[in-house]
């Protein structure tokens, strides 16, 4: 979970985490040279006796995400993470109690190394906007859908660390790093949607996405292309 003055929602993103069915995780929360009453929130849990054994914080010097985009705040994460799976989260969403759960089980159930959710967005309020459906086939519909556009809810997904760090990890693809990322995986191995709203992804106008969706758009064209190359390729 990257934070970066993140107070606002964090309380609720880390809760969310915390009360999931399945309890045998690391929460590694990585917070990015906050300046706000972030840190002192994720230090009031990771004190807790409840919890102290289950979250790991990492405090960057200085901002990474400013200089770099996000993608060596999750690849930092990513390599201190000790378990075999890793889940996105970030610090303004909610995952519902299941999630984990359902992920895993059909993880290890389809021997697949991707996985993601539905979601339901909501306003800063935690009012309902409307529903994210995405493809809801397997392996083979989403490569196809990879043509069309992003076939993931990129906070939603959980994937296999081991095979994710062996095709490279995230690349500095700025604001659509998870698109290229999944490019470079559905081609090959086995990915999933589960068709259940599993998630609740918070739209905000402080949200990155929000504010570069039109540089966002004009990338995902690029990545469309570069998708139909990496297809085409795993064919021959």
Known sequence: MPVYNGEKFLKEAIESILNQSFQDFELIIINDASTDNSLNIINKYSDNILYKNKIKIINNKENLFSKHGIVKVLNSGMKIANGKYIARMDADDISLPERFE???????????TLCGTWAI??????????????????????????????PFIHPTVMFNKETIQNIGSYKNYKHIEDYELWTRIVPEYKSINIPEYLFKYRIHSNQITRKTNLEMRLKGIKIRFLGLFRLIKSIL
């Open 102 to 112: 359902k992920q895993i089980n059909i993880l290890e159930k389809e021997n697949a």
């Open 121 to 150: 967005t909501i306003n800063e309020d935690g009012k309902e906007i409307s529903k994210m459906n995405y493809p809801k086939t397997s392996w083979i519909g989403n490569k196809f859908y990879l043509l069309k556009g992003n």
